[in-house]
């Protein structure tokens, strides 16, 4: 049927070309054309407009629920520190009972000052969490908790040494005794 059209167009050129459209057409051509352009609904400023308020006030919104978010996420990292502070604390204060039942009123060398130290410098970074919590401050406390729980480890460890020598010292003065 294309080949049908094609040919009958071909044919048929000449009579095409001489032909205008009529004087109505053309007035409403013109007319159309005075109009201007149409307005369709994709094409309305005030949708535009509509839009862009939309949009900003998504936009704000969303925005402001970011930053109330913000202090319900340090709330739990408040919250996990408290927890992770409760137990090292437990563990610290268990271990300077059992040095103060060893050591009965004796001087711990050096080593009350160095715990001394380190309680000082908790005492700082705990402000310092308060004022500007963030992971570098809180990994400092935990690292303090941590190198007081060696130190004490290592006290213990010294004086559980010397009690066994003490305790080997009385067993031979003994043994020499009898």
Do not use: C
Not at 26 to 40: D, E
Not at 43 to 65: H, T
């Amino acid at each position: 049927m294309k080949d049908q059209l094609e040919d009958f167009v071909h044919r048929n050129r000449a009579a095409f070309d001489d032909k205008e459209p009529s004087e109505r057409v053309w007035k409403n051509i013109h007319a159309a054309t005075q109009q201007g352009p149409r307005t369709t609904v994709w094409n309305s400023l005030m949708l535009w407009r509509a839009a862009a308020v939309v949009f900003m006030a998504l936009s704000g919104y969303l925005l402001y629920q970011k930053t109330t978010a913000k202090p319900a996420v340090s709330e739990v990292a408040a919250n996990e520190f408290r927890d992770v502070e409760r137990f090292y604390f437990n563990l610290i204060s268990e271990k300077v009972q059992l040095i103060d039942e060893f050591q009965k009123n004796e001087g711990l060398n050096g080593f009350t000052q160095d715990f001394q130290q380190l309680e000082a410098m908790y005492s700082v970074l705990k402000e310092e969490m308060k004022a500007h919590p963030s992971q570098k401050v809180k990994d400092a406390l935990v690292l303090n908790l941590l190198i007081r729980i060696d130190l004490l480890n290592q006290q213990l460890h010294a004086l559980e040494k010397k009690e066994d020598e003490s305790y080997k010292d009385k067993k031979e003065k003994k043994e020499e005794s009898v």
